[in-house]
């Protein structure tokens, strides 16, 4: 509605200047101040509406288009957390997994060093014992 307002001003503005060579007020039957294509006030109306929607709607399209695109780059970037999460998570039960086997190495170590001093005593005893 505002919009309207603006034009029939515009027009109240033109028509105060006759030597103005994009728009005149004319009355029928009176010839035009210049050649061109004459609008009839509603026509030119609605040129500036329907044009006025088309931007409109250029700027929801454009918004929307937006819209998707941070939507598709959060859904990357989420992605990508999840990704780093899990893997993470993965290189933590990794380093335990290695710690756990470190032990049982150094348990099994202890264990055969024992084992081979046991016996070298156990052997020396009844070698000593044998004579």
């Given at each position: 509605?505002?919009?309207?307002?603006?034009?029939?001003?515009?027009?109240?503005?033109?028509?105060?200047?006759?030597?103005?060579?994009?728009?005149?007020?004319?009355?029928?039957?009176?010839?035009?101040?210049?050649?061109?294509?004459?609008?009839?006030?509603?026509?030119?109306?609605?040129?500036?509406?329907?044009?006025?929607?088309?931007?409109?709607?250029?700027?929801?399209?454009?918004?929307?288009?937006?819209?998707?695109?941070?939507?598709?780059?959060?859904?990357?970037?989420?992605?990508?957390?999840?990704l780093l999460d899990t893997e993470e998570k993965e290189n933590e039960f990794l380093k335990k997994e290695n710690e756990n086997r470190q032990l049982v190495i150094k348990v099994l170590g202890v264990s055969l060093v024992a084992a081979i001093l046991?016996?070298?005593?156990?052997?020396?005893?009844?070698?000593?014992?044998?004579?």
């Open positions: 509605m505002i919009n309207l307002w603006f034009f029939f001003l515009f027009l109240a503005a033109q028509s105060s200047q006759p030597d103005n060579l994009y728009s005149a007020m004319v009355v029928a039957g009176t010839p035009a101040p210049f050649t061109g294509i004459l609008f009839t006030p509603e026509a030119a109306t609605k040129i500036l509406v329907d044009h006025r929607t088309q931007l409109d709607q250029l700027a929801v399209d454009m918004e929307h288009k937006r819209q998707v695109e941070i939507a598709g780059m959060q859904l990357q970037l989420d992605q990508t957390k999840i046991s016996s070298g005593v156990i052997g020396a005893v009844l070698l000593f014992n044998g004579q």
